[in-house]
């Protein structure tokens, strides 16, 4: 059950957030192109992801970070259309090498699978990391947009990238949409109206952003490109606490609590990969990527999807 005092104490901040849509958001999930071995998926892995989702959440849109790895586009794009879902395909453009093979993916197989993509990113917090100046990257996105004229194509970046004026030329320069990436666990709070609070207040921050530049509450589409808390077997943050019930937690008052206010969420992720290698995390302590899943490796859910 969501908690109706942390949402109300929310009101104040996600006013111009309320403001943006009257219906409640539509929710997706980031999704990995590997099976738990770390080998690539199939069409008929992305089938029975797609029938998980769907049964544990109602969703029925995932997102994707770059076409061409391991084949994603030539191989989800079949499932989708099987399934009824849609699919926002992603470009990885910080090497000629994965751009231009990310693009001929998408005039491959986007072009065959019209109905199945939502849209197109272009770059998933490529301005956080200083790969590309705004202008730069409105560049990359015009030249996919070329060969997609009738496909929305857009970015993904932090919040605060958004927020501070990085991503200006972009908000000017016609993009689709945006995807604002937004961890309250990465800012080290607690799971309740720590977590929550600062959850609503960073989206508030970047889509604030997005309106006063553009002068429209809705002329860019406005998404949370990614959301997320570990789970047990992750490891914790400052005060944030990995943890199966906080994790639910925080889905349901901070996600949920995010789609009744009518915005867009991609939580992040939809399962499991223990395949991937262990990394380090901003504050210099070993970070366990393993555990982000809203679902286990095999696709049981964790905990309740629905909101």
Not at 20 to 46: E, H, I, M, R, V
């Amino acid at each position: 059950m969501r908690s109706t005092t942390v949402l109300a104490s929310l009101a104040l901040a996600a006013t111009s957030i309320h403001a943006q849509q009257s219906t409640k958001g539509n929710l997706g999930f980031a999704l990995g192109t590997k099976k738990p071995d770390g080998s690539c998926k199939y069409t008929q892995d992305y089938e029975d992801d797609f029938s998980a989702i769907q049964a544990a959440s109602g969703s029925t849109l995932v997102r994707g970070y770059a076409a061409s790895d391991c084949n994603c586009a030539q191989q989800i794009l079949p499932a989708a259309k099987v399934k009824g879902f849609q699919v926002i395909l992603g470009v990885w453009p910080d090497t000629d090498e994965s751009f231009n093979a990310d693009k001929q993916a998408l005039s491959t197989y986007a072009t065959q699978y019209t109905d199945q993509v939502y849209a197109v990113t272009v770059g998933s917090e490529t301005l956080y990391r200083g790969n590309f100046t705004g202008p730069e990257l409105l560049e990359k996105i015009n030249d996919v947009k070329s060969i997609l004229p009738n496909t929305k194509v857009g970015t993904a970046d932090s919040w605060n990238k958004i927020a501070d004026g990085t991503a200006d030329a972009l908000i000017t320069g016609g993009v689709d949409l945006l995807l604002a990436n937004a961890f309250s666990y990465w800012q080290g709070k607690e799971v309740g109206a720590g977590a929550t609070y600062t959850y609503f207040d960073d989206l508030q921050q970047a889509l604030g952003r997005i309106q006063s530049l553009s002068g429209s509450l809705d002329k860019i589409e406005f998404w949370n490109g990614e959301t997320g808390w570990p789970t047990d077997g992750g490891t914790n943050y400052g005060a944030a606490t990995a943890s199966t019930q906080l994790a639910s937690e925080f889905y349901s008052q901070a996600v949920c609590g995010m789609l009744d206010w009518g915005v867009n969420v991609f939580y992040f992720e939809a399962f499991d990969e223990p395949w991937k290698p262990a990394s380090v995390g901003d504050n210099g302590s070993a970070q366990d990527e393993t555990h982000w899943g809203a679902m286990n490796a095999d696709r049981s859910a964790k905990y309740s999807l629905k909101c």
